[in-house]
């Protein structure tokens, strides 16, 4: 009777995952509500591609499908499956990276920002976002990394951290160094006359 009393109660998210591993359709179906827009935007921000972020996309949910039997339910399964989603793609910018051509930000990129009402504002933004993922091909692996997890994704200085395996005072740094190079490159790139123009376009909405 003890034994009884004292087990663990599995949480709502360690049933879904089970049922999910188990073969439910309808659980997996909903773990792909629950995450699946969240992913894409992630991969969207790693890939610059709506098409490379479809299948990056597709990685992911295969690679959390894989693990989802190691889920024991001990935090919350949204922050467990978007580390594991963040890892993925940290992997896939890193085996890609020498591969992409730094030319120009993909269209079907642009189209899932938040739009501007002013169209002269609206094609500035556009523009310096062109000028930002080009000046981070040009820049160092651990510069870009920081500036696409928290200032492009919108993550904590905690979880960036924990993404990158290193500590939040070496991402500070990282951050303010990146931060400064790429808004440097931002302006020779789009031509602005100061620094400054190219801080604001770095906060995206966080997917």
């Not at 024991?72 to 949204?78: I, K, S």
């Not at 169209?119 to 500036?147: F, H, I, N």
Request: charged content about 30%.
């Amino acid at each position: 009777m003890t034994e009884l009393m004292s087990a663990p109660i599995s949480s709502p998210d360690l049933l879904l995952a089970r049922r999910a591993v188990g073969g439910r359709a309808e659980a997996w179906e909903e773990l792909l509500a629950l995450y699946g827009e969240r992913v894409f935007n992630l991969a969207l921000h790693f890939t610059g591609s709506v098409t490379d972020a479809e299948d990056l996309t597709q990685e992911i949910f295969l690679r959390l499908y894989q693990n989802l039997r190691s889920y024991r339910g001990d935090v919350p399964l949204a922050g467990w499956a978007l580390r594991l989603s963040r890892n993925v793609c940290i992997d896939h910018y890193r085996r890609t990276r020498r591969e992409r051509r730094a030319a120009a930000l993909s269209d079907e990129v642009l189209a899932h920002l938040p739009a501007d009402d002013d169209p002269q504002a609206e094609a500035q933004k556009r523009q310096q976002l062109r000028a930002v993922y080009r000046g981070l091909e040009e820049m160092s692996e651990d510069l870009a990394e920081v500036v696409l997890l928290r200032d492009l994704q919108g993550w904590s200085l905690e979880e960036t951290a924990a993404s990158l395996e290193v500590p939040v005072g070496t991402v500070k740094s990282r951050l303010h160094r990146a931060r400064i190079e790429l808004a440097g490159r931002v302006a020779s790139l789009a031509g602005a006359r100061g620094a400054a123009l190219a801080v604001p376009i770095l906060k995206v909405e966080p997917c």
